[in-house]
Every structure is written in structure tokens, then in C-alpha cells.
């Protein structure tokens, strides 16, 4: 029976161009949309561009075009990155797109009504000179750990500048000392909802990794704290409540409701019912968020509290599918230091099928990684070699016109038949690393088998064994074109062209008829 699955990759924001971290912390989701599609499960994978809040409105002064220009450039630049890394997105939308925008509204009037959200009056800091209210991230200040000048919102050691410790800060803008003043502001109350997200957390955490287990239980065993939802910009989604028509929606709120609002785009476009996919009542059903370590409490406690507050039965996201950080030559990914490498600057250099393999077999699954192009080149010459071979040798054996007619061995089948099962549980259980060493298992298996029944010698001293060997090894190549599929999807499509092989499907692939060999490339090039 299908099962219909939701897979949300966190909303990337339109900043500054996507490195390889960016890469390794979403590419689960499309392992996971691929791998459901080939099991026959109806699935809607969705993500967009994070348009707002104030790094834009920052960038877009010191550029001096609008916030629009600069989202607009980010969110043409990430379509492109995530199609040129074949990711399946049925849908990759922005944060400002009128659709998304209306029905954030709709969302967030619902929450209000049902008295999950509540006004709060702040003393804010207020800068005279450019007469506005400064978000913390407009502001500078001396840490009160370190002792380095950091902007408001964090400090490069960490530290998390308090209200106390804002007052009297700079203004980034124009250098004047801010004072403060009462400023009203919405907040989601989030220790009313404590009891429900813990009753949440204790019945899903099983099916998360540790670090989201951990940073949740840790906010949770703080206590939830209220959550301002409003900030004086004017770049933004508005607040559709009366009395807060000079504030925007913060993009926290904004984004992480935006799986919701590219669901119900998706659904209406292609005549599908929303309810289908969302509705608790569909028990089968399988909600993944994918995201790194940063945006872990924003899919683990702010997104369910949000979704509990609509008070509409809607299906709490079951699988926190969140990475640890990818560094670079053993450094932290810095723009300003110049320290890694952009997905497009990447896409210059590498093979973006072992480049996908390569993330996902080193990546920061359940710690932080570390990425070296050494490494990635052993990654892709081992595929190169271990599959690319093993193809090649096959399917280009001298004199073969087409895969003979043959019997096939049944120890590979009773194997590949148990990959199937192994690989499959290890992907339903986010262990991807460990598929993806079930896969290179796999190709040494096959070219043992290869080495080891020695066709070249039973070419000439058995005719029918040869065709034997052939045939098994043409079985073997075409059931990893499955089991490739959602790691290396385009190298997947070039074996099935080479063995006419019309269905893609986790199933295992028992009979090859008839195929002429015609057009064998290498499916790679060492480096």
C-alpha cells in the first residue's frame, strides 16, 4: 500500500551564494523523495528561497538596489544550484511569492485567534538619529564575553547578547548611541504550549537523530520561553492584525509555515487534496524535515507549536532528518575569510554524481565532517573504478552485441534480493552513510564475482558459462541501477538507456531480454 510522504528541505536564505555545507545539510531530502517515489509512494517535496529579515535589507543598502533585487538574484541563483544538482523538488518556491504570503496571513490571523499568539509591550532599542526602532542585528556592541565587537544578534564566539547588554549599543547606520523605548509586539506563547510539544517530542523523538533529541530536550528542560513574532522592517510578510500594520512577520514564523503554504501550492495546481498529506487522521503518513543543527529547535519545537495552535488536527512533522556541520579543509565555511567553496564554484570542478555520492557517504550525518578535494577525488575514482569498470567491462566485453541469452547465478540473486531489504531499512532509518557503504559493498561483490568466474578465459573454453557470467553480471548492473537511483540518479537513467529498461522501481529486476548493446559510454572519467 502507498504511503503519502511530505519531505521538507529548510528554506535557504537568499543572502549569499550556497556552499557545499548548504549542499550536504539538504541533499537527505532528495535521497528520501527519490527513494519513496521508486517504493510507488505519493510524495510532495517542497523548499524555497527565505526572502526577508534584515541581512537582506542590509545587503541591499550596501549594494544599493532593493531587498527585491536581492532576493530575486539569490532565489534565480539557488533554482539553478539545486536543478544542476538533480534535485526533485516538486516544488521550489520563495517566501515572497504572493501565494505563500497571503496564506502565511490566513495561518498566522488563525494561530491569533485561537490565543496562541499575544501582545507584549518591549522597551526596544530606538536610534534617534535615523529615527526607527534597530533590530539587534543593526547593532554593534563590545561582547561582554570576549571583549571583540560584535553585532547584536551573536557574537563569532557565540555568545547571544542580552537585552541588558543592548542598551546603550551602536547603531550599524549611522554610528549613533541607541536609548530605548516601548515598542508593542506580538509574541507566540509558547509555555502555553510546553505539555503539548513534549507529549510531541516523547512520541516522535525515537525516529530522530541524537542532536535533535538533545537540542530539543534542552530547550524543552529550560522551559519554552515567549517568542516575538513581529519586528519593526519594512521588508517583510505583513501582519494581518490590527494595530501591528508598521511591523512584518518575522522570517522564522514566515519560513517554517511555508511547508504548509508549498504543500496547499502544489496540491491546487495539480488538483490534489492537501488534507491528503497533512491531516493527522492519516496515520501512514510521513512528514521529514530536513535541515542542519542550526535550524533544529525551529522544526522540532517552533514549526509543531505553530501547527497545534491552527487547532486544525494537522500532522506534526515524525522524522527530524538534521545534519551536523560540514567544514572545509578542516576550517569552518567563512565568505569573508574566503574559506570553502560556493555549490557553483564546485559545480566548475567536480562530477556532480560523485559530488552527491561523495556528501552523502562523508558528509556530517551524525557529526561534523569534513570536506578535502582529496578526499572527494578517492570517492570518485572508487566509484569510477568499482562501477564505472564493472559496467564498462560488461556491457563493452569484446565482440558483444548484445546481453546473451543465460542462466542466472542464484547466490547473486539471493544477495542482490537481500540488498534491497538492507539498503531500503538503512534509508527508512536516515543512516544514509550507511547505504551508501551497502552500495560500495555491492560493486565489490559484483567485480569479485567477475574476477572470480574469469570470462575472458570461458569465452574461449565454455561458450555457454561466458553467457552465463554475462547474463548474471547484466542482472547485477541493472538492479544498482535502483539501488544507485537516489544517490546517483542521472548515472542511474544512462544504465537503464544502456539496458532498455523502461521502469524504475525498488523491485528486483530478475529477467534482461533481447537488449542490444549499442552507444556504451564510460560513465565516468578518473581524475
Known sequence: ?????????????????LHLGHLAALISGDVLARYHRLKGDEVIFVSGTDCHGTPITETAKKEKVTPKDVAEKYHKEFSEVFKKMSFSYDLYTKTEDE??????????????????????????????????????RELKLKCPSCGNETKGDQCDCGYVPTKEDLKGAI???????????????????????????????????????????????KYLNEGLKERAVTRNLNWGVDIPIKGFEDKKMYVWIDA??????????????????????????????????????DNIVFHSIILPALLIGLNENIHLPDVMVSTEYLNFNDQKFSKSKG????????????????????????????????????????????????????????????????????????????YIKEKY??????????????ATLSIIELLDFANKYYDDKKPWIQFKENLNEFN????????????????????????????????????????????????????????????
Not at 485561537?114 to 535615523?130: A, F, H, L, P, R
Not at 528486483?508 to 572519467?525: G, Q, S
Request: hydrophobic share 35%.
Open 99 to 136: 501565494y505563500h504570503k497571503e496564506k502565511v496571513k490566513e495561518l498566522f490571523k488563525k494561530i491569533y485567534d485561537n490565543g496562541y499568539i499575544i501582545e507584549k509591550i518591549d522597551d526596544d532599542n530606538y536610534c534617534s538619529k535615523c529615527n526607527k526602532f534597530v533590530a539587534d
Open 171 to 217: 547603531c550599524n547606520e549611522c554610528g549613533n548611541v541607541t536609548t530605548t523605548r516601548q515598542n508593542k509586539n506580538l509574541y507566540l506563547e509558547l509555555p502555553k504550549l510546553q505539555s503539548d510539544i513534549e507529549e510531541y517530542v516523547n512520541k516522535n523523538k525515537s525516529k530522530w537523530r541524537k542532536n535533535a533529541q538533545n537540542e530539543t530536550n
Open 256 to 293: 517554517v509555515l511555508g511547508y504548509l503554504t508549498a504543500t496547499m501550492k502544489y496540491c491546487k495546481k495539480n488538483n490534489l487534496n492537501f488534507e491528503e498529506w497533512w491531516k493527522e487522521n492519516n496515520s501512514d503518513n510521513i512528514v521529514y524535515m530536513v535541515h542542519g543543527k
Open 468 to 527: 552465463n557470467i554475462i547474463y548474471t553480471c547484466a542482472i547485477i548492473i541493472a538492479n544498482i541501477s535502483n539501488l544507485i537511483s537516489p544517490f546517483m540518479p542521472i548515472t542511474a537513467e544512462k544504465i537503464r538507456g544502456y539496458l532498455n529498461l523502461k521502469e524504475e522501481k525498488w523491485e528486483y529486476i530478475n529477467k534482461i531480454d533481447n537488449i542490444e548493446l549499442n552507444n556504451i559510454y564510460p560513465l565516468f572519467e578518473r581524475k
Open 339 to 414: 574559506i570553502g567553496l560556493t555549490i557553483i564554484e564546485a559545480l566548475d570542478k567536480f562530477d556532480t554524481e560523485t559530488l552527491r555520492f561523495h556528501l552523502i557517504k562523508n558528509g556530517p550525518e551524525t557529526k561534523d565532517s569534513n570536506f578535502t578535494e582529496e578526499d572527494y577525488i578517492l570517492t570518485h575514482n572508487e566509484i569510477t573504478n568499482k562501477l564505472g569498470n564493472f559496467v564498462n567491462r560488461t556491457l563493452k566485453y569484446k565482440g558483444l552485441s548484445m546481453i546473451p541469452k543465460g542462466v542466472l547465478n542464484t547466490d547473486v540473486e539471493k
Open 1 to 17: 500500500m502507498s504511503r503519502k510522504i511530505v519531505i521538507g528541505g529548510a528554506w535557504p536564505y537568499a543572502n549569499s551564494s
Open 421 to 434: 531489504i538492507e539498503i531500503s531499512d538503512f534509508i527508512e532509518g536516515i543512516e544514509f552513510r550507511k
